[in-house]
Every structure is written in C-alpha cells, then in structure tokens.
C-alpha cells in the first residue's frame, strides 16, 4: 500500500504546484493609473496618487502585499530598481497609494511598476507605466503673455505664429500652452493634439490652466513654424446674456503663453518661447462666441499661416501682457474631444436655398458642412432642439436668455462665407451647440445631400464605467437617455443644459454625481469642478448657483439645495472611489460653509435655496428641503472630520446635525401619522433619502409614500429635490415594486412620457408642452441613471469600506422584468449583478472583482430559498472574490 500511498502524494504535488505555477502566470497588476489618468503628462503635484487593479480569475483573490517602484530609467524599473522611489514590500491590500519618494522634478518623465503578491504569497509585476512632470511652478515659465493687442470688442480672432530652428538633433519635444481664452495650437501646419476648446473654463482671473503635448513626431529638420489661433470663450465674452459674463471682472482680449521645450540627444536643452517677436495677424475667423456660434470667412483666410515658408511682412508684432492669473496650473483632466459621429438621418429640401437636417437625436457638439460654391456665398447654419408645427427650426425654447444688441450674431447659428475655391469645409472651432436639427440656409441657391453635414457630439471624453440591459426597451432607452444628456453637459465642469445657459449649475451637479459615477469615470472632471468652487467661495463661506460664473449668482437663493455640491461631491468621490484627496480639499471650504449656514440659521432650520425646483404641481417648504440639506452637509462634515482625525470638529458637527434633524423632526413630523408636512411626494422622499427617518420609522413613512405615489395616479408628483430622492426612498425601504413601476411609467407625468414622445435626452421639463424652462438636454431630473444600478441591480457602496473594496449586493427582482444586468467598472475592476427569471425561479449571477469582497442580500419572498449548486445559504451571505451563480426558488 506504500506505492499507492506515494503516487497519491506526488499526483497532489504535481496538481498542486501547477496551480500554484498556473496561479502566477495569471495574475497581473493592471490598469495602472497617476493621478486617475493613465500615463499623463504635465503633472504638477509633488506627491502623486499612483494606482493599479488586480486581473486574477480565481475565487477568493486578493493582494497581500505590493511594492512599487519609480525612477527615470524605464529599464531599470523594469529590473526592480526604482532610484526615484522603491517603497519596499508593504503588506498591504491597498492599490491606491501617494508616491512618497525623492522630491520630483519638473520636465521629467518618471516610470513606475508595481509588484504584487497574491493571497498564496506568488508575485508578479506590472508592466511598466509613466508620467511626467510639468512646470511644477509658476517659476519655471519662460515664455511671456502675448496678445495682439486689440480691445475687447474686436471681433476677428487673433492669429499667431514663429518660425524656429533647432540647432542640434532633437530627442524629446513638449510644449507647455496656457491661454486665457481658447486656442488651438499648431506645428508645421498640423493641429497638435486631438482636445477640443481647450483651456478648460475657470475663474481666470484666481486659476489659469495650461496643458502640455508631447510633439516630439510633429518637429522636422530644419525650420519649423508654431502657430496659436486664440478664441474668446468665457474669457471675452461678446454676447450678451442674462449672465453677464461679458462685465465679469477677468474680461481682456485672449492671450497665451507657450514654452516648447526640446531636449537635444546630447542632453542639453532649449526653450522657444512666446514674445514680443511673435507675429500676429487676423485670418478667416471672423468672429467667436463660446455661447452662440462661429462666423468665419474663407476668403480672408490666410493659407499656409501657420508653416514655414509663408510671408508674413504684413504681421505685426505681438503685444506683451501680464499673466491674468498667479496660479497657472496643469489640466491634468480628461480632455474635450468631438467623441462620436453622428450622420444626418433624413434630410428636407424646404426651398433652393433651404435645407433641414435631422441627426435623429439631440446632441452637444458642432456640425461639420462640406459644400461648394461661388466666392461669398454665405451660409448660415442655425441649430435647435425642435421644430415649428409647419416644420422650421424652432429655437424659442432655448434663446430666451439671450440679450442681443444686433442682428450680427444670431443664436446658435454659425456663418459660413465660401471663398470659392472648390469643396470646402467648415467645423466651428471655438463653439459647441445644443441640437438635433440643423437648418442650413444660403444666400443664393446650393445643393445639399445628406452627406453634406456631419454631427460630432462632444464632450469631456471620460471613460465609460457602467453597462446595463434588461428585458424594458423603455428602461433601456431611458437609460441611453440619461447618459446622453450627461455627457451633453459635460465639458470641463458639469452644466445645465448645452444650449440655452452652458452654466456650471451646482444643484445640477449634484443632483446628477451619482449617475456620472455610476456610468462614467469622471473624478478628474469633478476635481477641477471643486477647485473652481474654492476659487468663487466668498471669505464668509458663501458659494454663488453657478460656477465658474462671472459674478451672477451671489443672491438670495444660492443656498443649501444647490450650494451643497461644495459637500456632497467630495463626499461622491470618496465613496465611489476609495480616494479622500478631494474630500481633503476641500475639508475647510465645507467648514466655512456650513457655519454659515449656522450662523444665519441657530435654531437649526433654514429657508436659505431654491426649492423644488419645476415641480409636476405640488410644492415643498422651502425651509423643510433646506433644511434637509443643512442636515447633509453637516453630516459630511462630521464623517469627514472622523476620517482626518479631527475630533473636535467631529464631535461638534455630529451634535450640529442631530440639532438640525430633531428641528425639522419636531416641526414636520406628525409620529401619529408617520407623515412629514403635507404627505407630498417629496416631503417624504427627501426625509427617508437623506436619513431624517428614524430607522424604526422607516416601514411606515415609506408606506405613506407608496401609498401617496398610488393617490397620484402611479405618477410624479416632484420637482429636482424630489426627483433625486423618490425612487432610492421608496426601492431602499420596502417598497421596489412602485419604485419600479413609477420609474417606467410612460404616461404624463414620467421619465418615460419624454421618450414616447420621442426624446433621446432628459428634458427640464415634465410637461413637454410648457411654455418655459423647456429645454430638451438637462440633466437635472438624471438620477435614475444612478438608481437603475442600485434599485434594480442592487449595487450600492459600503461607507465603511468606500471605492468599491467591499461591495454590498442588494438586488430587486421586481415583477416587471424578466432579466436585468448592470454592471459597474469600479476601483478595483468589474462588478456585475444579473439576474434572470427562468419559469418560477431567478437565476442570479455575481462577479467580484479580485481584491475585493461582497455581501449579497437576497430578496427572498415567503417560502423561498437561495442556493448554490444545490446547496441552500444563507439569504444575507458575504463572499470573496469571484464569479457566482445562484438559483432562487
């Protein structure tokens, strides 16, 4: 019996080691990220956050352990030598860590690798990854601020260009651009980079951004020219609005500033820079509006500008300024890009001169005209959301707010003048739009096919994180709805709607963080948000309703409901993310904020906000809902100060919030009837989202709510604030079943009564038909983006374990649907909740991304089990990493 004794030990050696051998070869670090972005350039943060996810198949997968290393040789980090940073080996199952080696150097590419030991205790080790330093320091500039020296009112849009020539082989080139305005930057008669509008919109005059491009391929031997067209955007602003952005106190001509760095083969390096000898002219662009349109006139343009051999005796000299910011910092962000082609759908001749083209969905970007035609032709192309009954483009729903003093610029309509040498083609440059249509009209007659114009639909190009599909078209297209209105209104910082405003509105904002997050990897977006919200605060804590702004928006309605994004977003991206960096930010602009509130409001409650905002027909307290507010950001406040460390503060915020929550408790609350005030919609909504119900309380009011939701005809009854909160208060307590059935209701008032009517976006409105505040791209009313993946796939986020690192999994098998799938790409990989009704049973599926864990919560009815295999678990069952399969029946 020995032999067979040894045979069984050596076949468990030989199966053993070939996992353990196997194991290694398939576990690997990856997704490597610095400062959430991968491989950037221009950073200028002396501790950068370095990141990284785990790819390991088995069950149970986790790092024990990780060690990174960092230097300026990416053979030797390969090697396990990091002569910038070696941390050592830490045990540690973290993947998010500050890089905390030799101070960095400006203008350094760093490479970095990090080795990871599995839950066996094998290593393995990514590939290698980078990033490189920027400026690093308003001290390293040497370029000056030019202009050209033009006044505020000039309409052509300044042209600028330099020859050079190296005067050794090139190794490495970068160019660092900050401009206060628009611009796009060229080199050798090519546009560098793929971003659109750059710089990001800031408050110009406390915070300037600049972004730097590798153009190392784009230089050739010998001479080379640099060319710069700046735009005004929100720098210098010639429409009028209700705004008032053009008095706003940065206003000037554009200007930039440029340092082109080359590194030569034998180490040495050389700066050109903007100045005085930069030459300056005007050109096609005729005129620019980031908030109306584009004129340009092809028979001005200048050909081969911006290239070596073109004569430009006729330019003048650059005019020298001073920077319009002290702080000029990195756009270390994911960039503006025209995304996606959209090609025309259907195409109507109205008349010779007349042509409508329909996208087939409502959009933000530009279009792109391909025509020919006599020199000065003049083409205008107007775009709109919606037509008139006899089938014009109708913009009366979205130019409301405009204020013109002329008929010289028309609302979203560009103008295009041919100079009339053969096909030409025409892309606004510092512009985007809101819209479906585009209605081109010319000044002789043209002829125009459907090939003739291109939609490009445009955004912050942030990556996508959610995926999701049921067995609901209407819920599936809601759901395309909503993030297509999100990404309509998200360009450098998250706005209102793309048309009519463009305007960082913050209740938008925050009413819309959790679907962003859900659908998209967008911190990068939110951080620089935050940043513009610490540049506006007022020294007494005061936020204004839109930022960045121009000085509108300090009044008397910029309070808790809207104002709160300076809390509830930082808090967002520590959730979902695992990351407090913003959070930390932040910590003391939240303070002088909330004690603002405090001061103004002792007793506890507040009026100070706006309300619920469009309301189906019932309106809330105003001090009720802002209250509610109050308690939230005094509730961040105290966890924040829990998470740093500060005691005092937290002791202190926790009182103040459970002050604030007893005052609107005893003033709204009736303990008899389980109702707050009137029993609205929102009044009960927001009270049990935001954790003013007492959990023992929770059955009751949430049945108050199912059963006022059912008084209302199964429909809405809710403004902004409500709308947020309903669909989460009634899922969330018992009530998934009429959380369901209100988020597809298709019938007026709805979600879903938009898209039978046609929409491809989330409107402002409820009533389709009203007679204001009817755009048809906000997202405002966007949280059941967000609720598809909590109420419905149940994932949701545990605060004591935030980004994901511990999922909590809390489906709902609502009756409704016969399969649902979401899927949500978090810190540490893909989480999926699936489910599937097959005859009496539901089969669910689960994936937990390794170096994770989860607790599953079934929703069992009376006389139901959950199984596994065939064996029966527990209905609350918390598991490791893995891909599941469970039956219940």
């Known amino acids: ?59 149970g997968a986790k790092q024990t352990a990780y060690r990174i290393y960092v230097g300026n040789d990416s053979s030797m980090v390969k090697a396990k030598t990091g002569n910038s940073w070696d941390s050592q080996k830490i045990n540690a199952a973290t993947s998010l860590i500050t890089y905390q080696g030799n101070a960095l150097r400006p203008f ?13 205790g094998r290593n393995s080790t990514s590939a290698v990854s980078s990033f490189e330093t920027g400026m690093m320091g308003m001290e390293n500039w040497q370029g000056t601020w030019i202009s050209d020296g033009n006044n505020i009112i000039h309409r052509p849009a300044p042209y600028f260009r330099k020859v050079f020539e190296p005067f050794r082989k090139i190794k490495s080139a970068r160019v660092y651009i900050a401009a206060a305005g628009l611009y796009e930057l060229y080199l050798n008669g090519k546009k560098v980079g793929n971003h659109r509008l750059d710089p990001m919109f800031t408050r110009f005059d406390r915070r ?21 067209l700046l735009g005004n955007g929100w720098y210098n602003m010639q429409s009028l609005a209700v705004w008032n952005f053009d008095t706003a106190p940065w206003r000037a001509r554009p200007a930039f500033c440029l340092d082109l ?13 903007s100045g ?145 040498r053969g096909k030409e083609t025409f892309m606004p440059k510092f512009n985007y739009k809101g819209f479906q249509y585009v209605e081109v009209t010319s000044n002789v007659p043209v002829q125009l096919s459907k090939n003739s114009l291109t939609g490009y639909f445009m955004h912050s190009d942030v990556p996508v994180a959610g995926k999701l599909k049921s067995s609901n078209p209407l819920l599936n297209q809601l759901w395309a709805a909503t993030n297509n209105s999100y990404l309509s209104n998200l360009f450098g910082y998250p706005t209102d709607c793309p048309q009519r405003e463009k305007n960082g509105w913050t209740g938008d904002g925050h009413f819309a963080i959790e679907t962003g997050l859900y659908n998209f ?34 009044g008397t309605d910029n309070g808790t409901d809207w104002t709160s994004t300076i809390a509830i977003i930082p808090w967002n991206i520590y959730l979902f993310y695992g990351d407090s960096q913003l959070l930390q930010n932040n910590y003391g602009n939240m303070k002088k904020y909330v004690d603002y509130i405090t001061r103004r409001s002792p007793n506890g409650l507040t009026s100070w906000g706006r309300g619920d905002w469009v309301p189906v027909k019932s309106r809330s307290p105003l001090e009720f809902t802002s209250s509610v507010y109050y308690f939230v950001d005094a509730t961040i406040m105290a966890k924040a100060a829990k998470l740093f460390g500060q005691t005092g503060d937290q002791r202190y ?105 046609g929409a491809t976006t989330l409107y402002e409105n409820w009533d389709i038909k009203a007679a204001t505040d009817i755009s048809l791209n906000h997202m405002m009313f966007g949280e059941i983006g967000a609720w598809f993946f909590k109420g419905l796939g149940g994932i949701l986020i545990d605060e004591q374990h935030p980004g994901f690192k511990h999922v ?80 219940i029946k």
């Not at 350094?108 to 066996?120: G, N």
């Not at 951080?527 to 513009?532: I, L, R, S, Y």
């Not at 689960?846 to 295999?869: I, M």
Request: net charge negative; proline share 4%; hydrophobic share 40%.
């Open 276 to 420: 005085q000898d930069w030459k300056t002219h005007s050109g096609a662009v005729i005129f620019n509006s980031i908030y109306t349109a584009e004129h340009e006139d092809r028979r001005l343009e200048q050909q081969g500008w911006n290239t070596v051999n073109f004569d430009d005796k006729q330019w003048k000299n650059a005019r020298l300024r001073a920077a319009p910011a002290t702080q000029i910092v990195s756009q270390l962000m994911h960039p503006i890009r025209n995304v996606e082609t959209i090609a025309v759908q259907s195409l109507k001749k109205i008349n010779d001169t007349t042509y409508l083209f329909d996208l087939g969905r409502n959009i933000a970007g530009v279009s792109q005209l391909t025509i020919e035609g006599a020199a000065g032709t003049t083409l205008r192309l107007k775009h709109g959301e919606r037509l008139t009954a006899d089938g014009r483009l109708d913009l009366s729903n979205i130019d409301v707010y405009y204020r013109p003093k002329d008929k010289s610029d028309p609302f979203q309509t560009d103008i295009f003048i041919l100079s009339g």
């Open 1 to 59: 019996m020995k032999w067979k004794s040894s045979l069984i030990s050596c076949i468990l050696f030989l199966v053993f080691s070939s996992i353990y051998t196997d194991a290694s070869a398939i576990v690997k670090p990856y997704a490597l990220q610095c400062e959430h972005l991968i491989s950037p350039i221009g950073v200028d943060v002396s501790h950068p956050r370095l990141s990284w996810k785990m790819d390991d198949q088995r069950l």
């Open 261 to 273: 760095r080359l590194t030569y083969e034998d180490g040495t390096t050389e700066v050109i820079t």
């Open 808 to 887: 909590l999994l809390k489906p709902h098998f609502v009756s409704g649907l016969t399969y649902f799938e979401a899927e949500h790409e978090g810190p540490y990989g893909p989480i999926l909740s699936s489910w599937k009704r097959k005859g009496e049973k539901v089969v669910y599926e689960v994936l937990v991304p390794a170096n994770s864990t989860a607790t599953v919560y079934f929703p069992l009815k009376d006389g139901q089990h959950a199984y596994q295999g065939n064996k029966a678990v527990s209905d609350t069952l918390t598991i490791e990493a893995g891909h599941y399969q469970f039956e």
């Open 208 to 228: 300037t951004l600049y972004v730097a491009y590798d153009v190392t391929a784009a230089l050739q031997e010998g001479k080379n020219a640099i060319g710069v």
């Open 653 to 757: 915020y926790t009182a103040l919030a459970e002050k604030i929550k007893k005052a609107v408790n005893d003033k709204y609350y009736n303990p008899q009837t389980g109702i707050y005030g009137n029993g609205l919609q929102t009044e009960l909504s927001v009270a049990l989202q935001w954790g003013l119900v007492a959990d023992s309380l929770k059955t009751k009011v949430a049945a108050n709510l199912a059963q006022r939701v059912k008084a209302d005809g199964m429909h809405l009854d809710v403004g902004v604030l409500g709308a947020k909160a309903i669909l989460n208060a009634l899922s969330e307590n018992g009530q998934e079943e009429i959380a369901y059935q209100l988020a597809v209701q298709n019938t007026y008032p709805s979600w879903g009564w938009w898209i039978v009517n």
């Open 108 to 120: 350094t590419k760093y490479y970095w690798m990090v080795e990871l030991w599995d839950h066996q």
């Open 521 to 554: 990897d967008a911190l990068t977006i939110y951080e620089k948000w935050m940043a513009d919200h610490r540049d506006e605060q007022q020294p007494n804590g005061v936020l204004p309703d839109i930022i960045p702004t121009g000085g509108w928006g300090y």
